[in-house]
């Protein structure tokens, strides 16, 4: 059985969820399990490509996990610009082109600056597209995008009526990117936890109970294949899809 998709390249989007619950049951501190966590992007981000998938959107860093513990939050950002300095030309030869969702300028100086100058580098780069959601949150990204919209019809450069889901969309984190077709959620909770809640609409869903430090590209290569498995309808029917009717 193949798992390559058949049409254009796959969109996949990663809820890296269970480093802390991975770590504890082993007895182990939860930012161990953030350390493990990485490896996991690092191999996952090897294989993409090769299971014809062109991006790879990975939750790291939502805005509610600012409320956690100070000291999990910067061991975090610690990893962060640590998987940065040491992937960045590695990842930049093997073409991947490195972007950020979230508010950037929440996050320290020197995670911001890593991160600047990784999106530079690989600004040009034609492979895997690796968008990290870092300091995201969609309720945010929806009120921000709002307010923009709000603005730019206060300056009479865009009327009300001209507001459609199109104008809406150009106006979110993920302008530049078409909406994920999988969704993958390790760990084993059934939630979006406030991920990209415009965007997966019609995004097809798949859960694990395997924690993040455990997610290997064998595991990645299942969830493809699961997905090419699925017939997406977008509200037609099941016929009018075999069809092939647009
Ligand atoms: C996901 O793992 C990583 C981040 C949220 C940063 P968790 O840290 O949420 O792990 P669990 O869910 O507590 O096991
Ligand atoms: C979601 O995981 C955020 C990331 C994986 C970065 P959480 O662990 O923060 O989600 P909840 O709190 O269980 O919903
Ligand atoms: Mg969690």
Same mark, same amino acid.
């Given at each position: ?38 490896d ?49 030309? /590695? ?24 991160l ?49 889901? /199109?104008?809406l ?5 993920t ?5 994920? /077709? ?7 909770e059934?939630?979006l ?25 064998k ?28």
């Amino acid at each position: 059985m193949t798992v390559f998709p058949t049409q254009a390249p796959l969109h996949v989007a990663i809820i890296m969820d269970g480093n802390g619950r991975w770590a504890t049951s082993r007895g182990l501190p939860r930012l161990v399990g953030h350390k493990n966590g990485v490896d996991r992007v690092r191999e996952i981000v090897r294989a993409a490509p090769g299971l014809g998938i062109g991006a790879l959107t990975l939750y790291a860093f939502s805005s509610e996990n600012w409320n956690r513990p100070k000291t999990e939050v910067m061991g975090l950002m610690g990893l962060l610009k640590t998987f940065l300095e040491k992937e960045m030309d /590695d990842l930049h030869a093997n073409q991947v082109r490195i972007s950020v969702i979230g508010e950037i300028k929440k996050l320290p100086t020197e995670v911001a600056e890593v991160l600047r100058r990784s999106i530079n580098t690989t600004r040009d780069n034609t492979g895997l597209k690796l968008n990290l959601a870092l300091s995201y949150g969609s309720r945010d990204e929806i009120v921000r995008a709002a307010r923009d919209i709000a603005r730019e019809c206060c300056e009479k450069k865009l009327s009300p009526e001209k507001i459609n889901r /199109d104008v809406l969309a150009a106006h979110l984190y993920t302008r530049e990117l078409s909406d994920p /077709d999988l969704l993958i959620r390790t760990g084993g909770e059934q939630r979006l936890s406030n991920f990209l809640l415009w965007q997966l609409s019609y995004t097809e869903l798949y859960f694990v109970p395997i924690y993040w430090p455990e997610f290997k590209a064998k595991e990645l290569k299942k969830a493809v294949a699961d997905f090419n498995r699925r017939q997406r309808r977008f509200g037609r029917t099941g016929e009018q899809i075999k069809g092939g009717r647009s």
